[in-house]
T-cell receptor, first 111, second 116 residues
Framework: DQQVKQNSPSLSVQEGRISILNCDYT??????FLWYKKYPAEGPTFLIS?????DKNEDGRFTVFLNKSAKHLSLHIVPSQPGDSAVYFC??????????FGGGTRLMVKP | DAGVTQSPTHLIKTRGQQVTLRCSPK?????VSWYQQALGQGPQFIFQ???????QRGNFPDRFSGHQFPNYSSELNVNALLLGDSALYLC???????????????FGDGTRLSIL
């Protein structure tokens, strides 16, 4: 069973516009949610996280929103830049610091 | 400050062989986790080591085993390799239980394992 799902395999946006990446989860016991960015031939790089007791966390151009009742989180990137083009993974953490990842969304930001 | 380093970067093996992958954690980290990433999928948790003991394990068979050394570095061993073991193997390091609760795992660039 997939506990963390990213239903959009790809997303294309214009430079300067907003990118919204979505993630759904099923396990209510996750205590943190994280977003990682991955370029080809590199490991995932941590972007931003949110505690399960918060509903929003912001860091520069990146904002993560958490809707616990819907078991849904989203990552907003504003404004989007061509260098943001990468695969984005949503991950959920259990109390033992084990990460469960979604399948990823490939973001393409067009100049 | 060196991040997480993994070796080798690429490896080609044949079915039935055994392989050992290595990981050095980021300076200051004491916990190492291993993940398998198949093509087109997200990373899947294999196991986690802290204080030289396996602390958590994902849904992987006993052919997958590991070790952590006193200097916190770690090895992943896979026996009796199958074609389906072809994947990118990622090592991540962190503080035990995430430190203050908000310390993310840091990943290496992975080892690409191909089974012929």
């Amino acid at each position: 069973d997939q506990q963390v799902k990213q239903n959009s395999p790809s997303l294309s946006v214009q430079e300067g516009r907003i990118s919204i990446l979505n993630c759904d989860y099923t396990n209510s016991m996750f205590d943190y949610f994280l977003w990682y960015k991955k370029y080809p031939a590199e490991g995932p790089t941590f972007l931003i996280s949110i505690s399960s007791i918060k509903d929003k966390n912001e860091d520069g151009r990146f904002t993560v929103f958490l809707n616990k009742s819907a078991k849904h989180l989203s990552l907003h990137i504003v404004p989007s830049q061509p260098g943001d083009s990468a695969v984005y993974f949503c991950a959920a953490r259990n109390a033992g610091n084990m990460l469960t990842f979604g399948g990823g969304t490939r973001l393409m930001v067009k100049p | 400050d060196a991040g997480v380093t993994q070796s080798p970067t690429h490896l080609i093996k044949t079915r039935g062989q055994q392989v050992t992958l290595r990981c050095s954690p980021k300076s200051g980290h004491d916990t190492v986790s291993w993940y398998q990433q198949a093509l087109g999928q997200g990373p899947q948790f294999i196991f986690q080591y802290y204080e030289e003991e396996e602390r958590q394990r994902g849904n992987f068979p006993d052919r997958f085993s590991g070790h952590q050394f006193p200097n916190y570095s770690s090895e992943l061993n896979v026996n009796a390799l199958l074609l389906g073991d072809s994947a990118l193997y990622l090592c991540a390091s962190s503080l035990w239980l995430g430190g203050d609760g908000n310390q993310p795992q840091h990943f290496g660039d992975g080892t690409r394992l191909s089974i012929l």
